[in-house]
C-alpha cells in the first residue's frame, strides 16, 4: 500500500503542475522521485524534486533564455525577494537551498506557475499582456509565496493521509476541475465527492493565502498593490471563453471576482490616485515579448500594420513606442535592415527624453547591428558611459558585447569579463556557451569544449556535460600542446558529473 501511496503522490504532483500550463510533454511519463510515507518533504527533496522538472524545461523547445526579457522580469524578482527577506517570509534555509530562478517560456497564453525547489515559470503571453510592472509584480508575488509558503510540500502532505482510492479520486478531480468543470462534476456523482471536494478547498485556500502574501510582498517591495487588481481584469478576459461557469465551487483557484473584491477591498483604506500610465520602457519589453513568443513570419509581417499612418496615430505614446519597437524586430527577422534601421532611428529619437527607455532602443540597435554582422558597431553603442562603469554590468550588456567582441576579433578581453561574471554565477548556461564562443575565436579548442560541457551542466544535463567532458579529454590527448592545467580541471569535473549522475540514478 504505502508503494501504491507514493506512486499516486508521484502522480498527483506532476498532474498539478501540468494543469498549471508550459510543461514538456516528455514530463507525463517520466516518474517523480519517492517522496516518502507522509513525512513532509526536506528542503533538499524539495530542491532535488525542482532540478528535475527544470532540467525537463531546459530541454523543451518553449525554453527561452532571452537576456533583455530575463533582466526586466529579473529587476523585479529581485525586489520581491528583498521585500520577502524583510518580512519573514523567506527563511534562510530557503534562500539558501533553492534556486529562485525564472524560466521564461515562449507560450502565448497568460500563465506562470511555481515549481518546487524555488523555480518559476512565466509565459511570454503574460508579459506581453501585462500593462506594468506593478502587474507583472502581482503575479511573481503570488507565485513566489507559493513557494515561501511551501504549499506544493503542504499538498503531498495532505494526500499521504488519504487511502490509496481515494487519492487517485482526488488527483483525477484535480486535474478535471483545472480543465473541464463538468468533468469534475461527474467524477463527484461518481463516489468520490468528499475527497475531491476536500482536495480542491485545500488547493482553493492555498491560493487565497499566497494572495494575501504576495500582496504584501509587492507592496512592501515598493509596487502599487492595484497591480492585483489590474492582473485579475486581464485574467478574466483570457478564461471568459473558455470559462463554462459551471461548478464554480469545484475550482482549484478561486473565482477571479472573488479574488478581484478581496484585493479591492485592500485598497479601500489606501489613499485614492488614477492608475500609472504605462511606461515607455514596459512598452518596449511588453511588444519584445509578443514578438519572440510570435516568430513566425506572417505575424511578423502583421507587425508591419500597427505602423500604419492612420493605427499608428491612433495609439497612447507608450503604444507608439512599443509598436515602433516591435516594427523594428519584425523588420531585422525578414532580414529588411534598412527598414529596421529607419524604425530604429525614429524610436531612439522617442524616446531619448526617457533614460530607461532610451537604453532599451540602445540594446536594440545593437542586436540590429550583430545581425548585419557589424560588431565593432555594436560595440561603440554598448560602450559604458560614467555612470554605467561605476555600477555592476545587466547580463544583457555583456552577453551582446561577448557577441560583438567575437565578431570584432576582440574576443580575449570578453572571456576575462564573463570569466569574472561566471565566478559569482556559474549556473548560466548562456554566459558559458558565449565564453565558447569567444574561445573558440582566440584558437583554444579545449577551453570552448569545456565551457560548452558546463553549459549542459548549468542547466542540468549531466548525460550531455560528461559527453562534451570526454570530447575534451580526448582532445587533450590528441593535441600537440597540452594545456596541462586546464586538462586537470576537465579530469576533475568529469568526476564530479560522474556523481551526479549516479546521483540521478538513485533517485529513479
Same mark, same amino acid.
Given at each position: 500500500?504505502?508503494?501504491a501511496?507514493r506512486c499516486?503522490?508521484?502522480?498527483l ?24 510515507d507522509g ?12 532540478d528535475r522538472?527544470?532540467?525537463m524545461?531546459?530541454r ?14 529579473q ?6 525577494m528583498q521585500?520577502?527577506?524583510q518580512?519573514?517570509?523567506l ?16 507560450d502565448?497564453s ?5 515549481l ?17 510592472e506593478?502587474e507583472l509584480?502581482s503575479?511573481?508575488?503570488h507565485?513566489l509565496?507559493?513557494?515561501?509558503q ?5 499538498m ?7 487511502a ?18 463538468s ?26 493565502e499566497a494572495?494575501r ?17 489590474g ?13 463554462t ?5 469545484l475550482r ?18 489606501l489613499?485614492?490616485s ?23 513570419v ?7 500594420a500597427?505602423l ?10 507608450p ?11 519584425a523588420?531585422?527577422s ?10 530604429q532611428?525614429l524610436? !531612439?529619437?522617442?524616446? /531619448?527624453?526617457?533614460?530607461?527607455a $532610451?537604453?532599451?532602443a540602445?540594446? &536594440?540597435? +545593437?542586436?540590429?547591428? @550583430? =545581425?548585419?554582422s557589424q ?30 567582441a567575437?565578431q ?5 578581453e570578453?572571456?576575462?569579463g ?5 565566478s ?11 565564453l565558447a ?5 582566440l ?8 565551457a560548452? !560541457?558546463?553549459?549542459? /551542466?548549468?542547466?542540468?544535463?549531466? $548525460?550531455a556535460?560528461?559527453d562534451? &567532458?570526454? +570530447?575534451?579529454?580526448? @582532445? =587533450? ?5 597540452v ?19 549516479r ?6
Amino acid at each position: 500500500m504505502k508503494r501504491a501511496i507514493r506512486c499516486l503522490q508521484r502522480l498527483l504532483l506532476t498532474g498539478l503542475i501540468l494543469a498549471q500550463g508550459w510543461m514538456p510533454a516528455a514530463a507525463q511519463s517520466v516518474s517523480l522521485p519517492a517522496l516518502g510515507d507522509g513525512a513532509e518533504m526536506s528542503t533538499s527533496a524539495e530542491r532535488a524534486l525542482g532540478d528535475r522538472i527544470a532540467r525537463m524545461l531546459y530541454r523543451d523547445p518553449a525554453f527561452l533564455d532571452d537576456a533583455i526579457l530575463g533582466d526586466y522580469v529579473q529587476g523585479i524578482w529581485g525586489r520581491l525577494m528583498q521585500a520577502a527577506r524583510q518580512r519573514g517570509e523567506l527563511s534562510p534555509e530557503l534562500e539558501d537551498r533553492f534556486a529562485w530562478e525564472v524560466l521564461l517560456g515562449r507560450d502565448r497564453s497568460v500563465n506562470a506557475f511555481a515549481l518546487p525547489g524555488g523555480y518559476m515559470g512565466v509565459h511570454l503571453g503574460l508579459i506581453a499582456v501585462v500593462s506594468s510592472e506593478d502587474e507583472l509584480a502581482s503575479v511573481l508575488a503570488h507565485e513566489l509565496s507559493h513557494v515561501t509558503q511551501r504549499h506544493i510540500v503542504r499538498m503531498i502532505d495532505r494526500q499521504s493521509t488519504q487511502a490509496p482510492w481515494m487519492l487517485g479520486a482526488m488527483i483525477l478531480g484535480a486535474l478535471a476541475a483545472a480543465s473541464n468543470p463538468s468533468a469534475a462534476g461527474a467524477m463527484i456523482v461518481g463516489g468520490q465527492a468528499a475527497a475531491v471536494q476536500g482536495q480542491l478547498n485545500f488547493s482553493r485556500d492555498m491560493e487565497r493565502e499566497a494572495d494575501r502574501v504576495g500582496y504584501g510582498v509587492m507592496t512592501q517591495a515598493g509596487f502599487d498593490g492595484r497591480g492585483f487588481v489590474g492582473m485579475f481584469e486581464k485574467l478574466q478576459q483570457a478564461n471568459r471563453f473558455n470559462d463554462t461557469g459551471a461548478f464554480p465551487y469545484l475550482r482549484s483557484h478561486p473565482l477571479t471576482t472573488e479574488r478581484m473584491a478581496d484585493m479591492q477591498g485592500r485598497q479601500q483604506l489606501l489613499p485614492t490616485s488614477p492608475p500609472p500610465p504605462m511606461s515607455l520602457t514596459h512598452a518596449m519589453l511588453a511588444a519584445r515579448a509578443r514578438q519572440l513568443a510570435n516568430p513566425d513570419v506572417d505575424s511578423q509581417r502583421a507587425t508591419y500594420a500597427q505602423l500604419e499612418v492612420q493605427a499608428f496615430r491612433s495609439l497612447s505614446e507608450p503604444r507608439q513606442v512599443g509598436a515602433l519597437y516591435a516594427g523594428v524586430m519584425a523588420a531585422q527577422s525578414l532580414r529588411d535592415f534598412e527598414l529596421a534601421r529607419r524604425w530604429q532611428a525614429l524610436l !531612439a529619437a522617442r524616446v /531619448a527624453d526617457d533614460p530607461p527607455a $532610451a537604453y532599451q532602443a540602445r540594446l &536594440l540597435a +545593437a542586436e540590429l547591428a @550583430l =545581425a548585419q554582422s557589424q560588431g565593432r558597431e555594436a560595440l561603440d553603442l554598448l560602450a559604458p558611459d560614467a555612470r554605467s562603469a561605476a555600477e555592476k554590468t545587466p547580463r544583457a550588456v555583456l552577453f551582446l558585447r561577448a557577441r560583438a567582441a567575437a565578431q570584432s576579433g576582440r574576443a580575449g578581453e570578453m572571456a576575462e569579463g564573463l570569466q569574472l561574471w561566471l565566478s559569482g554565477r556559474p549556473r548560466d548556461a548562456q554566459a558559458w556557451q558565449l565564453l565558447a564562443l569567444c574561445y573558440t575565436a582566440l584558437g583554444q579548442p579545449l577551453r570552448a569544449v569545456r565551457a560548452e !560541457a558546463e553549459a549542459y /551542466a548549468a542547466r542540468l544535463d549531466y $548525460a550531455a556535460a560528461r559527453d562534451r &567532458l570526454k +570530447a575534451a579529454q580526448d @582532445l =587533450a590527448r590528441r593535441g600537440p600542446v597540452v594545456d596541462h592545467i586546464e586538462a586537470s580541471i576537465i579530469d576533475a569535473r568529469s568526476r564530479q558529473i560522474d556523481s551526479m549522475l549516479r546521483e540521478q540514478a538513485l533517485e529513479r
